[in-house]
């Protein structure tokens, strides 16, 4: 492929040399770099790609796309200086995998919570429809039926398009994507034609990347802003960001709702253990999730599937048969009856959303056990927060690591148990090995009580000082109640 094919749509500043040579491939990790590549010298949050253009030329490269042209310019090397150099990679990316995106109908979802969920079950819904669908979620990637594993909430570009370059040709029809604050910021998603974007809620996270929840707000809101006319904007408003997110997008409109007029509403009738009966525009179905945020996840499943074309009645069969997500209100009944919840809840709004629904469900003649730590090297502002909602909702709490990454897990509880409220520390333990915190809980537990372990779900493994050790908490919490019921 062509230099001067594969730039198109790219915002050129100046260009060195040739654009009629041909490309390999492209890179954007110098160490990758064969002969004939060409290389993207992106500033990164850890490194900056342009100390490395040397390094990519020795290797062959017989491009370099950069922001700021080097000093030194080798002979038989054509440069081109862009903008934005993550901006160009992803339109760069979308031409040399033949822009896959476009042969879809490419979905996003993006809000802090409800991503995977509602991403993981359009996948499942248009499956079991009938159609060939792709999936690009924080738990896995699939190509209709073919499973690959997630490394990011939203990939970076090239990987992206890859992986649409394969759904197309497996013949896919759908793609349903999360899309994330951080890749939308990064432009990972720009040169994507995305049929139609769904915003869930906005609640605190990520303020350890952005520098304000204002910044936050308006990187998701940017989404929208670029969504297509002809594509469909599908908004949560009983979350206030909602209309803010449809205020400059030329996508047509559509709004849901719980609480408040929309042009989807649905109405809990009722929310047990077993599952949710729900009223969707005047019509009830059963389903087999949990919980309020559940009955959002699904009313915004049911708009994203009408507005693809599906039929009402048989979009509410569909909802019938939904299975729910690993990680995402997977709970177990032991011998014991001791039911054991694992759940994601990494944010402060999900983790009293989680707790909210179990308070809705559970009879009071029971004992609630909570299982939570807070990440390393993230946002420390939630971590009081997530204490202080865990230790006032919770009859027990223990406090425990979840991805201490390099800092230490000691330090991280101890901001934590900052936020705990005077009449709720004798409800609190902290207890660092999290296999330890979650055999404590199983042994504090009696018949009919009810453990939530919260904050790595789907996650198999601990980030502890740079290593990623095996760890699973459902299978975790399986063998303890297991040994403990002989």
Not at 118 to 143: D, E, H, P, R, W
Not at 327 to 342: H, K, L, M, P, Y
Not at 421 to 441: G, H, S
Request: include cysteine; charged fraction near 25%.
């Amino acid at each position: 492929m062509l230099l001067r094919d594969i730039l198109y749509k790219t915002a050129i500043q100046a260009v060195k040399g040739p654009t009629d040579v041909a490309v390999a491939k492209i890179e954007f990790d110098s160490r990758l770099v064969t002969k004939g590549d060409v290389f993207v010298a992106i500033k990164g949050t850890l490194s900056d790609g342009h100390k490395f253009i040397g390094k990519a030329i020795e290797l062959g490269a017989a491009a370099i796309v950069c922001e700021a042209l080097p000093e030194e310019i080798t002979e038989g090397v054509s440069y081109v200086e862009v903008k934005s150099a993550s901006s160009a990679l992803a339109y760069m990316s979308a031409n040399y995998y033949g822009n896959p995106s476009a042969s879809l109908k490419l979905v996003g979802i993006t809000g802090t919570n409800g991503k995977t969920t509602i991403a993981t079950l359009l996948y499942q819904l248009f499956k079991n429809a009938g159609f060939k669908a792709g999936l690009l979620s924080t738990v896995k990637v699939m190509v209709d039926n073919e499973e690959f594993k997630a490394t990011h909430t939203t990939p970076d570009s090239l990987t992206i398009n890859k992986y649409l370059r394969e759904m197309v040709d497996a013949g896919c029809d759908y793609c349903f994507m999360e899309v994330s604050s951080h890749g939308i910021h990064q432009h990972r998603t720009e040169g994507l034609v995305f049929e139609g974007g769904v915003f869930t809620n906005l609640s605190h996270d990520h303020l350890d990347y952005h520098s304000s929840f204002a910044e936050y707000r308006d990187v998701k809101k940017s989404f929208f802003d670029n969504l297509p006319k002809q594509a469909f904007a599908i908004v949560n408003v009983d979350d206030k960001n909602g209309l803010v997110m449809l205020q400059n997008t030329a996508a047509k409109k559509i709004t849901y709702a719980l609480k408040t007029y929309a042009d989807y509403r649905a109405q809990i009738l009722e929310n047990q253990l077993s599952g949710l009966l729900l009223k969707i525009n005047g019509e009830e179905v059963w389903v087999k999730l949990i919980g309020t945020f559940n009955a959002y996840n699904l009313l915004a499943i049911y708009a994203v599937a009408i507005n693809l074309g599906l039929e009402e009645l048989e979009v509410l069969r569909l909802l019938s048969l939904l299975e729910s997500v690993s990680g995402r209100f997977q709970f177990i009944v032991s011998d014991s009856n001791i039911t054991a919840i694992v759940d994601y809840a990494h944010t402060p709004d999900a983790l009293e959303n989680v707790l909210s629904t179990i308070e809705t469900i559970r009879t009071r003649n029971e004992q609630l056990i909570t299982v939570v730590g807070c990440g390393g090297d993230r946002d420390k502002a939630k971590r009081p927060i997530m204490a202080k909602i865990a230790s006032g909702m919770s009859d027990r709490a223990i406090f425990t690591s979840d991805n201490p990454r390099s800092e230490l897990p000691e330090d991280i509880i101890e901001d934590m148990e900052k936020g705990v409220e005077p009449q709720n520390y004798k409800k609190t333990v902290a207890m660092v090995d999290r296999k330890q915190a979650i055999k404590l809980a199983c042994q504090l537990a009696k018949p009919n009580d009810i453990i939530l372990i919260a904050g790595k779900g789907h996650e198999t493994y601990q980030e502890i000082k740079g290593v990623k050790y095996d760890f699973d908490d459902m299978q975790t919490v399986k063998e303890i109640l297991a040994q403990l019921n002989k």
